[in-house]
């Protein structure tokens, strides 16, 4: 079955501590990306990567980082989360051909709460 | 960078209506797409239509788009209780490193 999964579904940490959001998708899309959503500001992208070892900010950067080392893997990184960061997160996948993106698949969400 | 806006925010309905969600963008695309949310979980693709089609089906949706005016619509006809959800555009256009755009949303309520 074609999907995308993150780990874990539901996290509560403390400020300053590192944590890592698991992304994984089993269709060999080029295309990841993260996003964050937040009542109000609607789905808000973070980081996205082209293909493997290429990747690029989004809109919302600041405080987070991934990593492309293998095409179905994209990790995101919290170094030092904060409680702005509190927020429900969405990693997805798609095809991405002539500079076009195709239908994405999302990931189940990752509901991280930064006490 | 936010590109498409939908329109309204909240809608409610009874079973069996039509419902028409609106969206609206701003700089040219290459394809406009629709998902589905249902509450806190994962966007669910509906439906994309390239910038050269007018319209498209898919079971009870239908889509239309409008690029000289740069909107979209999605009416979902006969709705059910199990349609309650958030309903996204999200925006492609041709420029290479550009990602999917997503607009807020629009929450539709079908009371039984």
């Known amino acids: 079955e074609a999907q995308v999964t993150q780990n874990p579904r539901y996290l509560i940490t403390v400020t300053g501590k590192k944590l890592t959001v698991t992304c994984s998708q089993n269709?060999?899309?080029?295309?990841m990306s993260w996003y964050r959503q937040d009542p109000g500001l609607g789905l808000r992208q973070i980081y996205y990567?082209?293909?493997?070892?290429?990747?690029d900010k989004g809109d919302v950067p600041e405080g987070y980082k991934v990593s492309r080392k293998e095409k179905r893997n994209f990790p995101l990184i919290l170094e030092s989360p904060s409680p702005n960061q509190t927020s429900l997160y969405f990693c997805?996948?798609?095809?991405?051909?002539?500079?076009?993106?195709?239908?994405?698949?999302f990931g189940q969400g990752t509901r991280l709460t930064v006490v | 960078s936010q590109q498409g806006e939908e329109d309204p925010q909240a809608l409610s309905i009874q079973e069996g209506e039509n419902a028409t969600m609106n969206c609206s963008y701003k700089?040219?695309?290459?394809?406009l797409q629709w998902y589905r949310q249902n509450s806190g979980r994962g966007l669910v693709h509906l439906i994309l239509i390239r910038s050269n089609e007018r319209e498209k089906h898919s079971g009870r949706l239908r889509v239309t788009l409008d690029t000289s005016k740069k909107s979209s619509s999605l009416l979902i006809t006969a709705s059910r209780a199990a349609d309650t959800a958030s309903y996204f555009c999200a925006t492609a256009v041709y420029s290479g490193n550009t990602p999917l755009v997503f607009g807020k949303g629009t929450r539709l309520s079908v009371i039984a």
């Open positions: 269709m060999n899309h080029e295309y």
């Open positions: 997805a996948s798609s095809l991405y051909s002539q500079g076009v993106r195709a239908e994405a698949f």
């Open positions: 990567s082209m293909n493997v070892e290429v990747t």
């Open positions: 700089t040219s695309i290459n394809n």
